[in-house]
């Protein structure tokens, strides 16, 4: 994910999230403006089902970043407390077994022997960086479970992770669609005529009858053949690969002599 997409954040939190990092972690333990839809902070590890319940739900609106080791105080602020991890790879295993495998995460550990903001020091935490993929959203979970239902879509709303709503629903397909539509233009011009023509190869114009009434394989030349008898398909286009070829050159052709006939071509 560029920096561009993390318009709203600190500057601390987009370094971060761009290069994950012992250097970048304590600046952002230092600069970070408290949590938002896209930075999540947790004192201790949670339950991995409602852990997989944030992570699809800031998938859904823009990834970010779950930091545990930071406990918010009475005061509505944040305090590095830091934790003892465990081990990684069983950590990853129980949330994956939530997550479908189109959402693309990443887990950090980081340990503080020694740094500047003395308030880490010989403290620990962890790390899950969630990325945004608008062209596989919505996410949901693969299974149920505690505080979480694999039927329902979930999104960062107000720094929580809540259901989508309506227009949150509406949101989620609108920038799938935008995604879509960008994609269908990067594929050229002569791949989208080649899957045009396969299509078309999959069904018949028509078939070839022998005298005897069942249909043979086409032959190469029909004037060599004379007592057969070509019966079309009516379920073949009524306009078929060549005449749409033929179509869109038409229609490409009467664009550029526009453009080019247009005053602002010449300015």
Request: overall charge negative; hydrophobic content about 35%; glycine content about 4%.
């Given at each position: 994910m560029?920096?561009?997409?993390?318009?709203?954040?600190?500057?601390?939190?987009?370094?971060?999230?761009?290069?994950?990092?012992?250097?970048?972690?304590?600046?952002?333990?230092?600069?970070?403006?408290?949590?938002?839809?896209?930075?999540?902070?947790?004192?201790?590890?949670?339950?991995?089902?409602?852990?997989?319940?944030?992570?699809?739900?800031?998938?859904?609106?823009?990834?970010?970043?779950i930091?545990?080791?930071?406990?918010?105080?009475?005061?509505?602020?944040?305090?590095?407390?830091g934790?003892?991890?465990?081990?990684?790879?069983e950590?990853?295993?129980?949330?994956?077994?939530?997550?479908?495998?189109?959402?693309?995460?990443?887990?950090?550990?980081?340990?503080?022997?020694?740094?500047?903001?003395?308030?880490?020091?010989?403290?620990?935490?962890?790390?899950?960086?969630?990325?945004?993929?608008?062209?596989?959203?919505?996410?949901?979970?693969?299974?149920?479970?505690?505080?979480?239902?694999?039927?329902?879509?979930?999104?960062?709303?107000?720094?929580?992770?809540?259901?989508?709503?309506?227009?949150?629903?509406?949101?989620?397909?609108?920038?799938?669609?935008e995604?879509s539509f960008?994609?269908?233009?990067?594929i050229?011009?002569?791949?989208?005529?080649?899957?045009?023509?396969?299509?078309?190869?999959?069904?018949?114009?028509?078939?070839?009858?022998?005298?005897?009434?069942?249909?043979?394989?086409?032959?190469?030349y029909?004037?060599?053949?004379?007592?057969?008898?070509?019966?079309?398909?009516?379920?073949?286009?009524?306009?078929?690969?060549?005449?749409?070829?033929?179509?869109?050159?038409?229609?490409?052709?009467?664009?550029?002599?526009?453009?080019?006939?247009?005053?602002?071509?010449?300015?």
């Amino acid at each position: 994910m560029i920096t561009e997409n993390r318009k709203g954040l600190k500057e601390a939190f987009a370094v971060f999230f761009e290069n994950p990092s012992r250097e970048s972690l304590r600046k952002l333990l230092i600069d970070h403006t408290g949590e938002h839809d896209d930075l999540d902070f947790k004192s201790e590890l949670i339950n991995p089902s409602v852990l997989a319940k944030h992570i699809i739900a800031m998938a859904n609106k823009a990834g970010g970043a779950i930091v545990f080791g930071v406990k918010e105080t009475e005061n509505s602020k944040f305090e590095s407390v830091g934790l003892e991890l465990d081990d990684k790879t069983e950590f990853l295993k129980k949330i994956e077994a939530y997550l479908p495998d189109k959402l693309i995460r990443s887990v950090h550990d980081f340990s503080f022997n020694e740094a500047e903001y003395t308030k880490i020091i010989g403290k620990s935490f962890r790390v899950v960086i969630v990325e945004y993929t608008p062209e596989y959203i919505p996410f949901l979970s693969k299974k149920d479970g505690t505080d979480i239902q694999k039927n329902l879509i979930y999104i960062r709303k107000n720094a929580s992770s809540e259901q989508a709503e309506y227009n949150d629903l509406q949101d989620i397909f609108n920038r799938r669609l935008e995604t879509s539509f960008s994609s269908a233009r990067e594929i050229s011009l002569t791949e989208h005529f080649k899957e045009l023509k396969e299509i078309y190869s999959l069904i018949n114009r028509g078939w070839w009858y022998e005298d005897f009434g069942f249909p043979v394989p086409p032959p190469d030349y029909y004037d060599d053949y004379p007592s057969m008898e070509f019966v079309a398909n009516p379920k073949y286009p009524k306009e078929d690969y060549d005449d749409f070829v033929v179509r869109m050159l038409t229609l490409k052709k009467s664009v550029i002599e526009s453009i080019i006939k247009s005053d602002k071509f010449f300015r």
